[in-house]
């Protein structure tokens, strides 16, 4: 996910970029202003100039342009993160042709939202298909596989409902496979990931 913070200063005398959020300075000085005003809609290539200026801002815009705004995620969450994003390498390593992404990826999806699982895989040829500035931007395309970690209220971009809305935007635009990761203890991912099973018995248990 990405991540607010305000620059003031202009980065670099840069040409304007009207429709932004302060239309009248420059591109580097774009600031993010909280609250976010509902209306306010962007374009990817203007998401994009709006994290380049804030690269501390953590959102991710929708299909209709809106910003979504995600906390961080507190320290045993992020432990779980880690625990998901090693046992899913493992497997990738032995299984080859795959590329795996962790939570600070943002993906363009066919929708135009630009979302950020908490863990993703991509084929590998997918991946390969891509030119270099698609890879260094936001690459547009869905993962294959996407994993997003719940939370244990309904509260925020983490609850149950935010969360049951983003997996059927993964769904509707190609992904493969999506495990919302709650309290289950083990995950297969047969038959479209052979052999990829996550353990989470011990993960829970801290």
Same mark, same amino acid.
């Given at each position: 996910?990405?991540?607010?913070?305000?620059?003031?200063? /202009?980065?670099?005398?840069?040409?304007? *970029?009207?429709?932004? &959020?302060?239309?009248?300075?420059?591109?580097?000085?774009?600031?993010?202003?909280?609250?976010?005003?509902?209306?306010?809609?962007?374009? /990817?290539?203007?998401?994009?100039?709006?994290?380049? +200026?804030?690269?501390?801002?953590?959102?991710?815009?929708? %299909?209709?342009?809106?910003?979504?705004?995600?906390?961080?995620?507190?320290?045993?969450?992020?432990?779980?993160?880690?625990?998901?994003?090693?046992?899913?390498?493992?497997?990738?390593?032995?299984?080859?042709?795959?590329?795996?992404?962790?939570?600070?990826?943002?993906?363009?999806?066919?929708?135009?939202? !630009?979302?950020? /699982?908490?863990?993703?895989? !991509? +084929?590998?040829?997918?991946?390969?298909?891509?030119?270099?500035?698609?890879?260094?931007?936001? %690459?547009?395309? *869905?993962?294959?596989?996407?994993? #997003? &970690? +719940?939370?244990?209220?309904?509260?925020?971009?983490?609850?149950?409902?935010?969360?049951?809305?983003?997996? =059927? =935007?993964?769904?509707?635009?190609?992904?493969?496979?999506?495990?919302? !990761?709650?309290? %289950?203890?083990?995950?297969?991912? %047969?038959?479209?990931?052979?052999?990829?099973?996550?353990?989470? #018995?011990?993960?829970? =248990?801290?």
């Amino acid at each position: 996910m990405l991540s607010p913070a305000s620059t003031e200063a /202009p980065l670099s005398p840069r040409p304007p *970029c009207p429709g932004l &959020l302060i239309p009248e300075q420059p591109c580097g000085s774009l600031t993010l202003s909280v609250p976010l005003s509902g209306s306010l809609r962007l374009t /990817p290539e203007q998401f994009a100039e709006l994290c380049q +200026a804030n690269p501390e801002a953590v959102l991710e815009p929708a %299909a209709d342009g809106s910003l979504i705004p995600m906390t961080p995620t507190g320290s045993e969450t992020g432990a779980l993160n880690a625990n998901l994003l090693f046992q899913i390498q493992a497997w990738m390593r032995a299984a080859g042709g795959w590329k795996v992404f962790d939570s600070s990826t943002g993906f363009r999806l066919p929708d135009n939202s !630009v979302l950020s /699982p908490d863990v993703s895989l !991509v +084929a590998l040829d997918r991946w390969q298909a891509l030119s270099g500035a698609e890879r260094r931007g936001f %690459a547009p395309l *869905c993962p294959d596989l996407v994993v #997003e &970690l +719940a939370s244990s209220s309904d509260d925020g971009p983490r609850g149950i409902t935010a969360l049951r809305q983003k997996m =059927a =935007a993964y769904q509707c635009n190609g992904a493969r496979l999506g495990w919302w !990761v709650g309290a %289950a203890t083990r995950l297969d991912g %047969a038959p479209h990931f052979p052999a990829l099973v996550l353990e989470l #018995e011990e993960i829970w =248990a801290g």
